[in-house]
């Protein structure tokens, strides 16, 4: 369902590879790292200095959604920063948001690693003037002022419990590999392929869930785990492209590979040799640098004051267009797209 026709997946293929090399290129000219761009000066009498705080530093998926909001910040002559934990957890990210609040950026673009906790710390942003925009991530919609959605949680869910199932016949015994334990978006995907599991595939056993922490090394062993303690696992969706990327490395080299079926969101370049190598099948993610671009943008317009982040608004996102909000102050970025052997040689991030 989600699978596109060829003729869509180059047309998927072209805006996404575009993309990522227009990323790339204005990141060269911007000499953009963890910090860059231009002032609030630059951006006139608006404070356009817009802070990136991702779940966690080190992570490829991240370090590309974060070069997409650097990419519009630059185009709208601001400065971009990013800030962030080592280590995803609760409340790893809360210092952080306390100190853009004290030097009062104009806006800070969050992916949230908990659905409550940096609620007391975002609301004194947002009553310093501080304007709040998550993306990725989710916090309960009362502490920020737009959530940038990658794509729905039930398209995510479906293209994973869609994938799975098909790989291993509709039956046998499948766990879920996550990121950390209280992070928003994982949870609300993982409960719906609960429930999808649950109605419509009831030969399919959920045997765990079990959470790598978005850690390279705690996945890999989290995998090992998982396949020593249900010897009959036939499946594992991994909902995290940290998760995903561990999870193939454990199973390629291993007696398990093309045995054990792999599926979950994942970046073509970290997933593309366990594609080639016959670990994985399909997996599914949307374009992280136009998530980026899409939230400075929506950033911008919540700092001129064209939104306000209710229902109908609608804001210019540059290259991407006009995007409206929706219900719970949420903009759509799209939806999410599947790779396999057939397209992954078109995409590059
Ligand atoms: C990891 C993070 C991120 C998630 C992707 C799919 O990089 O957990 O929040 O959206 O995976």
Redesign the pocket.
Known sequence: MLLQSSRSTKRVAKTLGVAASVVALALVAAGCASTGGGTAAAGGSHNYKIAFVP?NLG?A??DTSDKGGAAAIKEFKGSYSQVAPATAGPSAQVSFINTLTQQKVGAIVL?SDDPEANGTALTAAMKAGVKVVTF??DTDAKYRDVFIN?ATAQGIADVEVDTITKEIGDSGEVAILS?AAN?T??NAWIALMKADLAKSHPNVKLDAVVYGN?DDQTSFNKTAALLQTYPHLKGIIS????GIAAAARYLSTSSYKGKVALTG?GTPNQMRSYVTDGTVTSFA?WNPADLGYLASYAAKALIDGTITGKQGDKFKAGKLGTFTVGADGTVLLGKPYSFDASNIGQFNF
């Open positions: 779940k992570n998926y991240f992916s990725d991530s990658q990121a992070a978006n994982q978005d909902p995290t492209t940290v969101l993610l």
